[in-house]
């Protein structure tokens, strides 16, 4: 999927998680076969269930959306870029 920004958030939740160099790579190849408009793969049931469950966007707040996943129910907060 063509969004650097958004991937780069994801990629350092996980790292966040904690999750090993391995399942930064499978999310990485996950990512690029992801159509536009695809699923968006919560990272924290990929690195603990190697499930992939679907991010949900919530209402955006000031200069975050933050993305609800449907499986665990984690909350991530992605920056707006651009934001004035
Ligand atoms: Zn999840």
Known sequence: M????LFSVLRSYLEEYGAGVDVINKFTDYWMSIKPHGTLPCPLCFMQNGIISRLVPLVKQHNYE????EACGETL???????K
Do not use: G, M, R, V
Request: proline residues 27%.
């Open 2 to 5: 063509e969004n650097p920004a």
């Open 66 to 69: 933050p993305l609800k996943c």
């Open 77 to 83: 907060y992605i920056p707006i870029p651009d934001y």
